[in-house]
């Protein structure tokens, strides 16, 4: 009995193996493409290069994106440098205008000058009532025009990262014509203060200042060979009344 049950279960063991190998067979008749490992090695393969070009995709969206933001920050600041660029040439254009304006306005009031005196020398007439002879002496008194003081200036000067000697040019340029000139302080640092402009430039206060605070830039330009932009001030510290006499100069130097 127990023979007969050893060999039964090494027939079924034997008949198990058998099945094995008929499973085996069966797989290797099979085309190649159809067996389950090469099925699942391709799908592995397929599912990596999937990946890879997903990812590839993003990372080119991604430099493509940062290229065209780089090309934008370029063209603004190209447009940015073109703009400021033609800004300080019309302001400098208007200041030589001023200045020009103002030579003009110089010369034409000494030709009327001129003009008086010689108008005075023909009319004037000696005591008897004929025309004064070649010798006679006409009183300067007579012949010069009474003209009227101009109203002095109230200047205020700030300045960051110059020296104190151009500080100082400046203030006395502008004290020696007559005008209340202020000192605010020299200030140093890497960036001007938020109040104070990036550049050198003359505030004003009042519209009808603007032609004045253009010929003071240009007399600034000449005095310090620094272009001077010429801007409407916000009025802090102005006092009320004296907007239309009131100019701040901010010298502006690098680090």
């Known amino acids: ?109 000494k030709s009327d000058v001129k003009s008086e005196q010689m108008k005075t020398s023909e009319e004037k007439l000696d005591s008897t009532g004929e025309a004064a002879e070649d010798g006679d002496v006409i009183s300067s008194s007579i012949i010069t025009p009474v003209v009227a003081a101009p109203i002095p200036k109230i200047i205020d000067v700030w300045a960051f990262n ?24 020299l200030l140093k640092g890497s960036r001007p203060p938020s109040w104070l402009s990036r550049k050198s430039a003359v505030m004003y206060y009042d519209k009808n200042s603007k032609k004045e605070a253009l010929k003071m830039a240009g007399e600034l330009y000449k005095l310090t060979n620094t272009s001077f932009e010429v801007k409407v001030g916000g009025g802090y510290g102005v006092n009320k009344g004296d907007e239309a006499r009131t100019f701040f100069i901010h010298l502006i130097g690098t680090e």
Do not use: C
């Open 1 to 109: 009995m127990m023979i007969e049950t050893i060999e039964e279960l090494e027939k079924q063991k034997l008949a198990k193996e058998m099945q094995k190998i008929d499973a085996e067979l069966t797989i290797l008749k099979k085309p190649w493409y159809l067996k389950p490992t090469v099925l699942v090695s391709v799908f592995s393969l397929v599912f990596a290069v999937s990946q890879f070009m997903r990812s590839e995709i993003k990372t080119y969206q991604a430099d493509k994106k940062i290229k065209r933001a780089e090309h934008n920050e370029i063209k603004n600041k190209e447009e940015e440098n073109k703009l400021s660029t033609k800004k300080d040439n019309i302001e400098r254009a208007e200041q030589d205008i001023a200045l020009a304006e103002l030579k003009l306005m110089s010369d034409h009031e």
């Open 162 to 185: 110059v020296s104190d000697s151009d500080v100082q040019k400046v203030r006395s340029y502008f004290k020696n014509e007559g005008n209340k000139v202020g000192y605010g302080g």
